[in-house]
């Protein structure tokens, strides 16, 4: 069965808790318990290279969370005109490390474009298979 949930945040750095907290509390609820580190810095990656490169003024992004079996797909959706950049770091960089935190910890990523805008995603196979709040999988 799949699950979809979706909220709205504004373009303030404070809102990055807020999405990581939602996030997990989603997923506690739905019974995915495994992996929550890795969820927890994909979204705080991903929407705060939304607030820093993709959410225009005023504006806001979308953090949908969706659980489909064994997987958890994490979406920011921004409607600015930045596109995601995986720059070439150097070892010793200060900065600039998110998206290839995310590239090594998700099992699958990309950004969808849209008009405006895109969404920027990662896929995590949880380890085991997933059972449903009622014990089914």
Known sequence: MLLSRQRRFPRT???VPIARRFALET???WGYRERQDDVRLCVS??????LLH???PRREYALVVVGDGPFVRIEVRDSGAGWPQVP????DSCGGRGLHLV??????FGVTPHDPGKTVW???KMDSQWKGSDGSS
């Open 13 to 15: 750095r404070h809102s």
């Open 27 to 29: 997923l506690t609820e």
């Open 45 to 50: 990656e991903l929407t705060t290279n939304a």
């Open 54 to 56: 993709g959410v225009p």
């Open 88 to 91: 070439r770091m150097a070892p």
């Open 103 to 108: 590239m090594a910890l998700a099992d699958d």
């Open 122 to 124: 990662a896929v995590l």
